[in-house]
């Protein structure tokens, strides 16, 4: 039956490819470390919350307890983008952790924890390009409690709306230079522009010069009576 059952207390198969650690060397930091990495979090779940969860699992009275929880951060937004350490004095609370929180809901997540080899100043930032997780770059689905579409998703999204808005432009401008469009944007019959302004300006013009003319025959017709 063991060979079919996974054991929840066993650190994953999972190495950080920025390690500059032998494996060796991380099996032994394994073996009695007591930090955790945990992943899949909200955006929005906040350290206090990760306390309430994570102390469930403190020793106090064996000396125990958590040191601290370091919360992931967006390299460029220096806002939480879904990952975070917590440190503990024991090693047997972090493998608790592994027994009875990972795999439990935050927030309405599903969180997973795993034993790390010890965190380093500058890890709590995403390696991501957008400055989150590498994950979310890629993430093709939406989901709300990690900032919407995946970062290459979002930017697909853009460059399809600012299509749109140019194709839009064009016919609009085409539209409008054959008259189609009045100044306001209303449909106004075609021939309307400013070369049909041009012809009534010149009838108005020969007009007032036909009725000028009138005039003056009308009255060099009254001094002869």
């Not at 991380?26 to 994570?54: C, D, I, K, P, W």
């Not at 992931?72 to 027994?99: I, M, N, W």
């Amino acid at each position: 039956m063991a060979q079919v059952v996974t054991c929840l207390d066993q650190p994953s198969s999972y190495r950080d490819n920025r390690s500059e650690i032998d494996r060796e060397t991380e099996r032994r930091l394994l073996a009695q470390s007591s930090t955790l990495y945990v992943g899949n979090l909200s955006f929005y779940t906040t350290e206090a919350q990760m306390y309430e969860l994570f102390s469930t699992c403190a020793r106090p009275d064996e000396g125990g307890g958590i040191k601290r929880i370091i919360m992931g951060l967006d390299r460029h937004q220096k806002t939480p983008c879904g990952f975070a350490f917590v440190e503990y004095f024991l090693h047997s609370e972090a493998v608790d952790c592994l027994r009875y929180i990972s795999g439990t809901k935050l927030d309405e997540r599903v969180i997973r924890c795993d034993i790390d080899p010890g965190y380093k100043e500058g890890r709590q930032f995403g390696r991501g390009k957008s400055g989150g997780q590498v994950r979310d770059e890629f993430r093709q689905e939406y989901d709300s409690g990690r900032g919407g579409w995946g970062h290459q998703r979002l930017e697909e999204e853009k460059r399809r709306q600012e299509q749109e808005r140019l194709r839009s432009q064009i016919q609009f401008d085409t539209y409008a230079a054959v008259g189609g469009l009045g100044m306001a944007g209303a449909d106004v019959p075609r021939g309307e522009g400013a070369g049909a302004d041009r012809q009534k300006r010149g009838r108005s013009e020969d007009e007032d010069i036909e009725r000028r003319e009138d005039e003056k025959r009308l009255r060099g017709e009254r001094d002869d009576e």
